[in-house]
């Protein structure tokens, strides 16, 4: 039964990053923004993100929006954001965590 759990995990986070955008209507499916991700058996689901507005808060808000959103889906069990590769990235995982 986890595989099952982890297919509907990833079917509908990828239904989720194909719609959405930042609030700068960058694409949230765009390999620049998500340039990692894994989804456990059981349905845990780990992002690593790197803000096209680094300095922006609305992308960090936006970023508990959908975590909430991911978090609501079939299938997803737990949803951890990792921030990489920008100036403040501790900041923005501790505010995320």
Known sequence: MP????DYAAR???????????????PMNDETVVRRLTISDEGGVKMWLKPKMA???CCLHDLF???EEIGNQRGVSSVKFEIVDIPGSEEWN???S
């Open 55 to 57: 300095h922006c808060p």
């Open 3 to 6: 595989g099952k759990t982890r």
């Open 65 to 67: 929006l959908l975590r």
């Open 94 to 96: 501790a505010a995320l």
């Open 12 to 26: 509908n986070l990828a239904r989720i990053l194909k719609e959405r955008t930042d609030p700068h209507g960058y």
